[in-house]
Every structure is written in C-alpha cells, then in structure tokens.
C-alpha cells in the first residue's frame, strides 16, 4: 500500500525567508502532485511533477521530484503572508491519488 | 476556478439517514473521483468513475455507493450515516483516470 509522508507538518515562518517542505513516498511512482488547500476551502492543483528530475516553478514557489529516492520538495523563497495556506503533495497509484496529511505553512510579517 | 461544481455547499443529517451528493465535472473530462477528509487530515480517496463504470475504490464499506451519469456527472450516496462520517467531501474531475485530477469546492457534511 502507497504511504506518503510530509514533513514538517507545521511551519512557521517569517516574511522573507526561505524554506523546504518534504514529501517521502513507499512505492514506486512516476508523478506527484502538489496542491494548496485554504481554510474551509477546496485543493488547487499548484504543480503535477511527470518525470524523474522534473522542477517547476511558479512565483515564490518551486516544486521538484526525485523518483529513484522517492521525494519530493516544495521550495518556498521569499515568503510572504499570502502564502499561508496548507499544502498538500499526492502520488497515484492506479485511478486513486494518496495524500500526506499536509503541511500547513503560516507566514509571520 | 476549476469549472467542477458540487452541491449542496454544507449539509446537515442525523445518524441513520441517508445522504446524496451530486458533482458536476469539468467540461471535456470523462472521470470523476470523489474523496473524503475529515478536518486536519489529507483527503481520502473513496472511489473513482470512468466513462460510467467504477474504475476503483479505497478501504470505505459498501454503504458509500456512486453513479455516473452519461453526462459525466456523479452522485455519491452515503446510508445509515455514523458520527464518524462528518467531514469535507470532495470530488475530482480528470481528463482520463490517471491525469491531473480537479478537484470542486466541496460538500460539507455534519452528521449529528
């Protein structure tokens, strides 16, 4: 059965800094998926990484995976407050996407 | 925007009852899939419907049951609903069964 695990899965941090978020999974698989979640709402597709060495970005948020170690990293650079939210990585496996249970990250001013 | 929509926003039922939630998916997209999460936890997956037929299921009992309609959309049912099942009940719709999935606003239920 596909584990999934996040760390840390609370993060506090100030405005300006920058920090990882881990995502570890058990077997093997070919994407992962980031979302970000906001209190008392639905998941937002952020990233979908397809192939080993994949890295995207988009804004202050970077999103890579390695397949051979099975992890997956959500850099965050240069916080800011609209960033607060919970995420969430997810892997498939067959029709169903396993989640971690979510990091949720509250940037300070 | 996603263009999934779910209905209704929040419910409220009490032990025993029955419940339906309904999906309507994304243009274009064929699979719908729905998820459970209780507060602080990730979501989890319950089952997944492809072109009309179940095309897989999580460790959920047979009193969570679906449909998919000829025009994509979804029902899912839930009978003689326990205090456990309250919780956000998502729903995904994906181009094909193994790509990104969309996910909609939401179903809160709250089972007193």
């Known amino acids: 059965e596909l584990k999934v695990e996040q760390n840390p899965l609370f993060l506090s941090m100030q405005e300006g800094k920058n920090y990882t978020i881990y995502c570890n999974y058990s077997?093997?698989?070919?994407?992962l998926y980031w979302y970000r979640q906001d209190p008392g709402k639905s998941l937002e597709s952020l990233f979908v990484?397809?192939?080993?060495?994949a890295v995207k970005q988009e804004g202050r948020l970077m999103a890579s995976l390695d397949t051979k170690a099975r992890l997956s990293t959500l850099h965050i650079t240069a916080a800011v407050h609209d960033l607060s939210a919970t995420y969430f990585c997810?892997?498939?496996?067959?029709?169903?996407?396993?989640f971690g249970e979510g990091t949720q990250l509250t940037v300070n001013p | 925007e996603t263009g999934v929509t779910q209905s209704p926003t929040h419910l409220i039922k009490t032990r025993g009852q029955q419940v339906t939630l309904r999906c309507s998916s994304q243009?274009?997209?064929?699979?719908v899939s729905w998820y459970q999460q209780a507060l602080g936890q990730g979501p989890q997956f319950i089952f997944q419907?492809?072109?009309?037929?179940?095309?897989g299921r999580g460790n959920f009992p047979p009193r969570f049951s679906g449909l998919q309609f000829p025009n994509y959309s979804s029902e899912l049912n839930v009978n003689a609903l326990e205090l456990d099942d309250s919780a956000l009940y998502l729903c995904?719709?994906?181009?094909?069964?193994?790509?990104?999935?969309?996910f909609g606003p939401g179903t809160r239920l709250t089972v007193l």
């Open positions: 995904a719709s994906s181009l094909l069964p193994d790509t990104t999935q969309y």
């Open positions: 077997t093997t698989s070919d994407r």
């Open positions: 990484l397809l192939s080993n060495g």
């Open positions: 997810a892997a498939p496996s067959g029709s169903r996407l396993t």
């Open positions: 243009s274009g997209h064929n699979t």
């Open positions: 419907y492809y072109r009309e037929e179940e095309n």
